[in-house]
């Protein structure tokens, strides 16, 4: 019996390398990477250090697959996004951002 897994990289913002496999029932994170070819046509994914995860859920090279499982390879992040949500703020202000940022005219505070 096979699976239909999918093994998802996007080394970009807006560049998503998507390849479809067929592989024998019981195959393994680690399996799928290797057969999808990313590892090879992507030199910078570190798959020691790298972080994957199966539908979003962080996953261990280890981990039976599923039948249409999606297999995805993260890229490490260049800033921490509590970080630049709080840099964001600083540069709009406390006026143009978050809740209260829209107010209808003639209408109180926070409403």
């Known amino acids: 019996m096979t699976i239909h897994v999918s ?3 996007a080394p970009a913002a807006r560049q998503v390398h998507e390849k479809q496999l067929n ?3 019981g195959a393994t994170v ?3 990477l290797h057969a999808s070819g990313l590892l090879a046509e992507f030199p910078e994914i570190d798959l020691p250090h790298a972080t994957v995860g199966v539908w979003g859920r962080k ?3 280890g981990q039976s697959l599923l ?3 999606r297999i995805e ?3 490490p992040l260049l800033v921490d996004p509590k970080v630049a949500r709080r840099e964001r703020f600083r ?3 406390a006026r143009s951002a978050g809740l209260f940022a829209r107010q209808r005219s003639g209408g109180k505070a926070g409403y």
């Open 23 to 25: 592989l024998d029932d």
């Open 7 to 9: 093994v998802v990289y």
């Open 73 to 75: 390879i993260y890229r």
């Open 91 to 93: 540069k709009q202000g």
């Open 30 to 32: 680690l399996q799928a």
């Open 59 to 61: 996953a261990t090279p």
């Open 67 to 69: 039948d249409q499982d």
